[in-house]
């Protein structure tokens, strides 16, 4: 299975006519910079041109080519939509005329060039009944003498400022015209029969120059397969050259880790052990781990990971715990150590805030080699140097930046990853395709769903009547502001607190920590509302991620409607962390639809996969992905969730060609290299 595209696809676009170096430039804009990029540009839709029809038979609702002379053109502004203008034109034939009308915006108009009145055209759109009269809106005109046009579906291409429809037409048919011939196949026969998909040369014809849409539908599809499946290939071969790396096997479970689930509080959950189980059989491996462990808030990730950690230990390595914030660093290091009391196993600490002797300190622990668990921030994945590093554990990953997770992940020898915003099938595959993945399906026994209510702003004192009430039975409870950027803004924090702590609190001691706040600070207010000196904790996000306050009831969450969806299910999990029944008030006025959308999803949905799926369908793929910011692939023609079958498709064909073609179809380098280079990330670099 080999395809080098052929050298002259390979050829850069300026090889071709009328193309200098300024639309070389806006064809990069789009992409395009070599003959092949141009010949797999899809078009985003067609016009159809077959289906003509004379001005008399046209219905509302249709999408038709009339063909007929354009008559004199009318521009008028619109009273109430200041910003735009319409244009209108009268379109004769048989006697009978047809009204065209375009909505274009103010700066664009003088720009809209027309054909001479009384030029034969056809004029393709959709036709609309408005105030009972029928017209046809913003149709696309073409000269009915150009040949290219008459009978056809005519591709309508990307287009950037500077390079018109016209041009891009045209460049697009000499590409075809001279190079098509040069598509060579690379898909092995099997997989073609297999899927029924068209061959590669006819796909590129037909994404041009379809005879009918079905031809475009499956050139389309054709394409997106390719993509698809060569990625899915790519992260073939990137397991099997980790398969390929040594990396230390660790002996299967001994004392210490039995001694470790003996002393443990409570019994871990079926799918905590499975996990663990999971593991230790890769962990036992000479090969490295690369493991996504996901799992909703409150499912108990910590217990997996301390284990993870512990069989790094009895192995006499050194084994790193990431976490996104110094607070939380703290956290897990203080849990850490108590579920090791008993085992002699020690925890430090780094973060990037710690003081020097301490810090040169834990860093001489480190280089001496002696086995043991450090818990840090960003800061241990800039180059401190662990003398027998054996483990990486990445907390909370969605939090840090891609050049973070690069940096951690390169002193690792295994790794797991662990994230709380569990992701949709699919997309886990594009974003964590090259990690393999554990996920913890269901919570610690005896645990609620969280009673969740969406309150307009007007009965905010209810709510925190009710808060109060809770704390004054010895509950705690966490209130929520938006987060806080500037001093400014801490300051109106504060302000909000003291006008709860001089109304409906009053007498209730609040504790307040913000991202401005240092560390330190933080971590003591933090620490009295554990202990339940202070029931009351008023935060921004920094309680966000993390934080484990089993005692903790309610959550009450001021101007919710500024939240994102995982983010407001983030902000639930840090209650219901026991088994008393738990609250969560989201206070809003929403403005918009989608804000709406979210509350009712966070009002009606408990499981984070779930909401991650009505995540997905309220803001769709392209913005969670760059949310997400991770070297996800990029696709010009597949998208989710549409693909999903082609996905799942794409895989069986690789399984299978990789089953036929044995281990010398991983070895074989040259299939599509320059897709493989662009669609994934180096490896290592999650
Ligand atoms: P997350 O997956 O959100 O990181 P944590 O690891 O912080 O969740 O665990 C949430 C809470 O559940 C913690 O208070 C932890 O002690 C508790 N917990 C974890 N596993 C169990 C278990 N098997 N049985 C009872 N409680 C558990
Ligand atoms: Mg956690």
């Known amino acids: 299975?080999?395809?080098?595209?052929?050298?002259?696809?390979?050829?850069?676009?300026?090889?071709?006519?009328?193309?200098?170096?300024?639309?070389?430039?806006?064809?990069?804009?789009?992409?395009?910079?070599?003959?092949?990029?141009?010949?797999?540009?899809?078009?985003?839709?067609?016009?159809?041109?077959?289906?003509?029809?004379?001005?008399?038979?046209?219905?509302?609702?249709?999408?038709?080519?009339?063909?007929?002379?354009?008559?004199?053109?009318?521009?008028?502004?619109?009273?109430?939509?200041?910003?735009?203008?319409?244009?209108?034109?009268?379109?004769?034939?048989?006697?009978?005329?047809?009204?065209?009308?375009?909505?274009?915006?103010?700066?664009?108009?003088?720009?809209?060039?027309?054909?001479?009145?009384?030029?034969?055209?056809?004029?393709?759109?959709?036709?609309?009944?408005?105030?009972?009269?029928?017209?046809?809106?913003?149709?696309?005109?073409?000269?009915?003498?150009?040949?290219?046009?008459?009978?056809?579906?005519?591709?309508?291409?990307?287009?950037?400022q500077g390079l018109s429809q016209g041009v891009m037409r045209r460049l697009a048919a000499e590409a075809l015209d001279r190079y098509g011939a040069l598509v060579e196949e690379f898909l092995p026969e099997e997989i073609r029969r297999a899927t029924g998909l068209p061959a590669l040369d006819e796909a590129i014809r037909n994404l041009h120059r379809p005879e009918d849409p079905e031809a475009a539908r499956l050139a389309r599809r054709r394409l997106a397969f390719d993509e698809l499946f060569l990625w899915t290939y790519a992260l073939e071969r990137i397991h099997a050259a980790r398969r390929s790396r040594e990396a230390p096997a660790f002996a299967p479970p001994g004392t210490l880790a039995r001694r470790f689930l003996d002393a443990l509080p409570f019994?871990?959950?079926?799918?905590?052990?499975?996990?663990?189980?999971?593991?230790?059989?890769?962990?036992?491996?000479?090969?490295?781990?690369?493991?996504?462990?996901?799992?909703?808030?409150?499912?108990?990730?910590?217990?997996?990971?301390?284990?993870?950690?512990?069989?790094?230990?009895?192995?006499?390595?050194?084994?790193?715990?990431?976490?996104?914030?110094?607070?939380?660093?703290?956290?897990?290091?203080?849990?850490?150590?108590?579920?090791?009391?008993?085992?002699?196993?020690r925890v430090l600490r780094l973060t990037g805030t710690l003081p020097d002797p301490e810090r040169s300190q834990v860093e001489a622990e480190l280089a001496s080699g002696q086995p043991l668990v450090v818990v840090?921030?960003?800061?241990?994945?800039?180059?401190?140097?662990?003398?027998?590093?054996?483990?990486?554990?990445?907390?909370?990953?969605?939090?840090?930046g891609v050049r973070q997770r690069e940096a951690l992940a390169a002193g690792g020898v295994h790794q797991l990853w662990m994230t709380a915003t569990p992701v949709p099938r699919t997309l886990a595959l594009t974003l964590y395709g090259d990690l393999d993945v554990t996920t913890l399906r269901d919570l610690p026994p005896g645990r609620h769903p969280v009673d969740t209510r969406w309150i307009p702003e007007r009965n905010r004192e209810q709510v925190y009547r009710f808060l109060r009430a809770r704390a004054e039975a010895g509950e705690r409870g966490f209130i929520l502001f938006p987060a806080i950027e500037a001093d400014g803004q801490a300051q109106a924090l504060v302000e909000q607190v003291r006008s709860l702590a001089r109304g409906p609190l009053a007498g209730i001691p609040i504790g307040v920590v913000h991202?401005?706040?240092?560390?330190?600070?933080?971590?003591?207010?933090?620490?009295?509302?554990?202990?339940?000196?202070?029931?009351?904790?008023?935060?921004?996000?920094?309680?966000?991620?993390?934080?484990?306050?089993?005692?903790?009831?309610?959550?009450?969450?001021?101007?919710?409607?500024?939240?994102?969806?995982?983010?407001?299910?983030?902000?639930?999990?840090?209650?219901?962390?026991?088994?008393?029944?738990?609250?969560?008030?989201?206070?809003?006025?929403?403005?918009?639809?989608?804000?709406?959308?979210?509350?009712?999803?966070?009002?009606?949905?408990?499981d984070g996969f779930a909401i991650a799926e009505a995540d997905l369908r309220l803001r769709g793929q392209g913005e969670l992905l760059g949310e997400a910011q991770s070297g996800s692939p990029e696709w010009k023609l597949a998208s989710f969730p549409e693909d999903e079958a082609l996905l799942w498709e794409a895989r069986e064909q690789v399984e299978a060609y990789l089953r036929r073609a044995g281990p010398a179809g991983l070895r074989d380098g040259s299939i599509a290299r320059e897709v493989i280079d662009r669609a994934l990330p180096a490896d290592g670099a999650r």
């Not at 960003?378 to 969605?398: N, S, Y």
Request: with cysteine.
């Open 1 to 160: 299975m080999v395809t080098r595209l052929n050298q002259a696809l390979r050829a850069s676009i300026r090889t071709l006519k009328g193309v200098g170096p300024v639309r070389a430039g806006l064809l990069e804009r789009l992409g395009v910079l070599r003959i092949w990029d141009l010949l797999a540009l899809p078009p985003r839709r067609y016009l159809d041109f077959r289906r003509e029809v004379g001005p008399a038979q046209v219905r509302p609702g249709e999408t038709v080519t009339v063909r007929g002379n354009l008559g004199r053109l009318q521009r008028r502004p619109l009273p109430n939509r200041p910003r735009v203008v319409q244009v209108e034109a009268r379109l004769e034939a048989d006697g009978t005329s047809l009204p065209l009308t375009w909505y274009v915006h103010r700066a664009q108009a003088p720009a809209l060039r027309f054909p001479p009145v009384g030029t034969c055209v056809l004029a393709s759109g959709e036709v609309r009944s408005l105030a009972g009269r029928l017209q046809m809106v913003n149709p696309v005109l073409e000269r009915a003498e150009d040949a290219q046009v008459a009978g056809r579906l005519l591709p309508v291409y990307p287009l950037t």
């Open 267 to 345: 019994a871990p959950t079926p799918a905590q052990r499975a996990a663990m189980d999971e593991l230790d059989r890769e962990l036992m491996r000479p090969h490295p781990m690369r493991r996504l462990l996901q799992g909703d808030v409150g499912s108990g990730k910590t217990l997996v990971a301390a284990y993870a950690l512990l069989r790094a230990v009895e192995n006499g390595f050194q084994a790193t715990m990431a976490v996104p914030t110094g607070v939380l660093a703290r956290q897990q290091q203080e849990r850490l150590a108590g579920l090791f009391r008993s085992l002699g196993v």
């Open 376 to 400: 840090g921030t960003h800061v241990l994945g800039q180059g401190i140097g662990l003398a027998r590093m054996g483990l990486v554990v990445v907390d909370e990953e969605q939090r840090f």
């Open 515 to 606: 991202g401005r706040m240092p560390d330190e600070e933080r971590w003591s207010t933090l620490r009295a509302f554990q202990e339940g000196e202070v029931p009351v904790l008023a935060a921004t996000t920094v309680v966000e991620v993390g934080v484990d306050v089993p005692e903790a009831t309610v959550i009450v969450v001021e101007g919710a409607d500024r939240f994102g969806l995982s983010q407001l299910h983030q902000l639930r999990g840090r209650v219901a962390r026991s088994a008393r029944p738990s609250f969560c008030f989201l206070l809003a006025t929403p403005r918009t639809p989608q804000a709406r959308g979210r509350l009712n999803a966070m009002r009606t949905l408990a």
